[in-house]
């Protein structure tokens, strides 16, 4: 089996299929963001409230360059696409998956504020960190999936793709 990394924005789902995946397949999985959380001992809430969002895509950019290459499955943070090393880290070793999910979906899962510690400046919204981010994620894809399809059905794309 390829490995897989999950991309895509906060709420899209990434640490929820991964750790599925990985539970049904019997395979390793780590998110990202809880090494970041593990790391600091600090939700990414309050870590970007005392060190700001750019330590924490530094902080992110740190985690994935020292993972293991023998994890089959990774969650990402939303904003792993901004490190170029990051991504062509995982691209190395990994099949790039996008959980795409509209933004209307987005907003319902995670509210219309930044409060899930996303890596970005405060004074943007989520409207514009999503409009920021799209192209990049499109761009490290090496499959894009609809992410508003069931966890069932997007779990069963998966297995179907490796």
Known sequence: MNNISFIGMAGCGKSTIGGILSSQLDISFVDTDLLIEEKFKLSLEQLKKEKGYEFVRQAEEEVILRLDENIKVISTGGSAVYSEKSMLYLSSF??????????????????????????????????????????????WADITLNGNKSIEDLISKIISLI
Do not use: C, F
């Not at 509209?102 to 319902?108: A, M, V």
């Open 94 to 139: 990994s099949k790039i998956m996008y959980i795409n999910t509209p933004l209307d979906e987005i907003k319902q899962r995670i509210g219309h504020g930044q409060e899930r510690g996303l890596a970005a400046p405060d004074d943007l919204s989520i409207d514009d960190i999503y409009k920021e981010r799209v192209p990049l994620y499109n761009k």
